[in-house]
């Protein structure tokens, strides 16, 4: 059984900082590129960082960029979205999801499988 899970979500201040982790399981996780993307209320989903398979490239939405890093453990299938300086605006609901055209992409139809979801909140 396929399976994305992620934690690491909470109540944060602005300019604080969150870990997201993403655990996956139930397939071949070095084949799959995997993303973070984000919703709030009201808004569309937006993609927010993603690490290609075997983590060759990586991408930023420019709203994060400099803020936030993707990195990948590929030990223990597992890709975490360190995420600093947060501002009330990165409030939303973060999911993982990975895909298996292993190239880095922003595309969520082109995603796979998709976890359930971690609420990110940041207070003013």
């Known amino acids: 059984e396929v399976q994305l899970v992620e934690s690491g979500g909470g109540l944060v201040h602005a300019g604080g900082s969150l870990r997201l982790s993403c655990a996956a399981s139930?397939?071949?996780?070095?084949?799959?590129?995997i993303a973070w993307f984000r919703q709030a209320p009201g808004k569309e989903r937006e993609g927010v960082s993603c690490i290609s398979a075997r983590s060759i490239t990586t991408d930023y939405a420019d709203s994060v960029k400099g803020r936030f890093t993707i990195s990948s453990d590929n030990a223990k299938n597992t890709v975490y979205l360190q995420m600093n300086s947060l501002k009330p605006e990165d409030t939303a609901v973060y999911y993982c999801?990975?895909?298996?055209?292993?190239?880095?992409?922003?595309?969520?139809?082109?995603?796979?499988?998709w976890g359930q979801g971690t609420q990110v909140a940041v207070s003013s």
């Open positions: 999801a990975a895909s298996r055209t292993w190239y880095c992409n922003f595309v969520f139809y082109e995603y796979d499988y």
């Open positions: 139930g397939f071949t996780f070095d084949d799959y590129a």
